[in-house]
């Protein structure tokens, strides 16, 4: 294993047991669980360096939404050992973690980086996938594990004349050397890359024109540096919030354990206020039962968030484009990014709010935007228009399963296709030995993703070190199994207001999509023991084949 980086990569082709692609916290582990168990295995990472869109991603502000310990590996060789500086570390800071974390459980000598994958093909008669790069390179190996992550794919919407005006750029493309200071900047979208760009750029430049496509329901950061004595305090706790993350909805339990109107008014509003004060996703992952079941529960947290909001606001205008009285979508169902004085940044007189919604852009021309009303002139455009998330980075991978089948006909995401069909969301009939943590129709997005990385790396490398026991060479799922999970993952989205929702979890933000569940909204704690319960009866909704032994 020492001299895999210098005998086979170095070399026009390799044979390995497990190709895994990209570094982020998917691959990262997924690799140290596979090379811990002994098999012959290699990493491509398309960038310099490891870390995903912590290493690439650049835009002023970027930070983590989610709060450590719960963003961070549980091994207490790590977490013990490595000390955050904040509660919701910068982006900086999480890619010397990742880096760290390859250093100390000395993975880089699996890593092969800056090479990208262009295209996988399955071998039914070796039983081996066929991979090609972009350097020229070529390898086999048993099993295919892509890692790229769901928000890698960006998405920049088709807007006439876009390609007219020369300084735009995406969120994550943006230019390290870019100069932003006594500027006009514009900015399209506001996710939470959005907002944290417009946080940190309105008092830089000399005005901000802001172009809002749908109201983010985003809720306060509370953010804290640590001191040594409060890191210490806080590391005291590391060991029970790990095991919270296997709960319903992979954060904690501390919800109230009843529904909103089992509380009477006053009840309701000092429960809102301790959650309010938490910060981070406590408004929404700690809210009542019925936060995401029940319209009229959704409302009455809403019209709370919303009295929070519009005082905030000195413009009673712009205070309704932020915060409508009646809500642009229920709360929750469309991610709530974390804020330290978002609401705020519209008082000042160099930033202007555009709604898009009844004031649509017509054109980007040369120097500025058009919309439907008025010119704005920029010298500087941003788009925070988001990703093809979760499926798009496979889609674009060039993979081929049996009978050379590309992964986008059985994955039909258009508007009149099959749509997505996994099981478990970790693999689909048709592509065997093909594992993909972070996937569709898993947690995913709603779960933490390291939290996510452990829980499907562990399963993936329990699953190969059985195959090999056995004398197994070729796993996938069958057709009933992937057609009863397709179901279950249906079946939670109905039973939720996640399912109603206009948004990228159901894929409906790149247009000319399927809607469908790309999530699991069936609970961690749930499909935690789905993974358990098929592992624990040998894979019964599995076919395995023994054949040509790999690696």
């Known amino acids: ?58 835009y002023p502000g970027c930070r983590v939404d989610t709060e450590v310990p719960l963003y961070e590996f549980s091994l207490p060789r790590l977490w013990k050992q490595w000390n955050w500086s904040q509660r919701f570390p910068c982006r900086e800071e999480i890619g010397r973690y990742l880096s ?45 594990i892509p890692c790229g992550g769901y928000s890698t794919i ?37 996710g939470a890359s959005g907002i944290q760009v417009i946080e940190a750029t309105a008092s830089r430049v000399t005005h901000l024109t802001v172009f809002q496509r749908t109201p983010n329901l985003a809720t306060p950061l509370c953010q804290t540096d640590f001191t040594p004595k409060t890191r210490a305090q806080y590391k005291q706790q590391y060991p029970n919030r790990f095991a919270l993350r296997n709960s319903r909805n992979g954060v904690d339990d501390h919800g109230p354990r009843r529904n909103t109107f089992e509380d009477d008014s006053f009840g309701r509003e000092s429960f809102y206020r301790s959650l309010w004060s938490r910060g981070g996703s406590a408004f929404w992952f700690s809210n009542y039962e019925d936060l995401l079941t029940s319209k009229s529960a959704n409302n009455e947290a809403y019209q709370f968030w919303r009295r929070q909001v519009v005082p905030r606001i000195k413009d009673a205008n712009v205070a309704e484009k932020l915060a409508p009285e009646i809500p642009p979508h229920a709360f929750g169902t469309k991610r709530p990014s974390l804020e330290t004085d978002y609401f705020e940044v519209y008082n000042r007189p160099n930033v202007t709010l555009v709604d898009l919604n009844t004031d649509p852009i017509t054109r980007i021309t040369p120097s500025g935007i058009q919309t439907a009303s008025d010119f704005h002139e920029l010298d500087a455009l941003i788009y925070a228009t988001g990703f093809d998330f979760i499926t798009g980075t496979m889609l674009a991978m060039g ?8 992964l ?20 689909t009939a ?27 790396g562990n399963w993936i490398a329990d699953l190969l070190v059985f195959m090999r026991a056995k004398g197994f060479s070729k796993v996938e799922p069958t057709e009933d199994a992937e057609k009863a999970w397709k179901q279950e993952v249906n079946d939670a989205a109905e039973n939720s207001l996640l399912g109603q929702t206009e948004s990228w979890y159901n894929g409906v933000n790149i247009p000319g999509r399927k809607k469908q569940p790309l999530c699991y909204f069936g609970g961690v704690d749930r ?25």
């Open 1 to 58: 294993m020492a001299d895999l980086l210098d005998k086979d990569i170095d070399s026009p082709s390799y044979e390995i047991h497990a190709l895994v692609v990209g570094a982020s916290w998917a691959g990262i582990w997924t690799l140290y669980q596979l090379a811990e168990k002994g098999l012959h295995v290699l990493m491509i990472e398309a960038r310099s360096d490891i870390g995903g869109v912590w290493h690439y991603t650049k």
């Open 100 to 144: 760290w974390v390859c250093d100390t459980l000395n993975l880089r000598k699996h890593i092969m980086l800056n090479n990208t994958v262009t295209a996988a093909r399955w071998d039914d008669a070796a039983h081996r996938w066929t991979i090609h790069t972009a350097d020229g390179r070529f390898g086999t190996a048993q099993f295919f």
């Open 154 to 190: 960006r998405h920049i919407p088709a807007f006439e004349g876009k390609e007219d005006f020369q300084n735009s750029f995406h969120t994550s493309t943006w230019p390290e050397n870019l100069d932003i200071r006594e500027k006009k900047l514009g900015v399209i979208g506001t």
């Open 399 to 406: 993979i081929r399963g049996v009978d050379d089948c590309p």
């Open 408 to 427: 986008p006909k059985k994955w039909d995401v258009t508007v009149t296709g099959n749509g997505v069909s996994t099981y478990l969301g970790l693999m």
């Open 430 to 456: 048709g592509f065997p030995n093909m594992l993909y943590p972070i996937g569709p129709q898993a947690p995913t997005a709603l779960g933490l993703t390291p939290q996510m990385a452990e829980v499907q």
């Open 527 to 551: 499909y935690i023991a789905r993974l358990e319960e098929e592992k624990e009866m040998g894979y019964p909704n599995f076919r395995l084949t023994t054949g040509r032994n790999g690696g």
